[in-house]
């Protein structure tokens, strides 16, 4: 059975795993954890423990603006939370920077953000007083 399984092609196999979308009451709860704060990051792990390189990224280019007291969501301890706030921002990849009740982007945006000086005025327009000038 197992050696069956093997040689399908990876694809089908992957589809799968994720025939549901997300609830009503999901999707309400996602909505309810990003209008809690201004800034609010799904990450791998926590600020203090980032257990990926580019959640550890986020977090060290919030530190720098000093943004401080930001909600923080593990995915990693709830599997559901990580498949679905991708579905809802319909963005493929962890961590996930919500400013404002809108989503920013991932560690990529964030870093080229921080570079071109956007994110100063983004954590302005939510009354974040950037470090950064």
């Known amino acids: 059975m197992l050696a069956r399984l093997l040689k399908r092609p990876v694809s089908r196999l992957l589809t799968c795993s994720r025939a549901l979308a997300m609830t009503t009451e999901e ?36 530190e720098i603006h000093g943004v401080e007291g930001y909600t923080a969501h593990d995915v990693l301890a709830d599997d559901a939370l990580r498949e679905n706030i991708k579905e809802f921002s319909d963005w493929p990849t962890i961590p996930q920077v919500y400013v404002g009740g809108e989503f920013v982007g991932g560690c990529d945006i964030m870093i080229e953000m921080h570079q071109d000086g956007d994110l100063v005025k983004v954590l302005g327009e939510v009354g974040i007083k950037s470090l950064v000038k």
């Open 27 to 62: 999707r309400s709860e996602i909505e309810a954890k990003i209008a809690a704060d201004k800034v609010v990051v799904f990450m791998k792990g926590v600020p203090a423990e980032p257990r990926c390189g580019f959640s550890r990224a986020v977090v060290q280019i919030l």
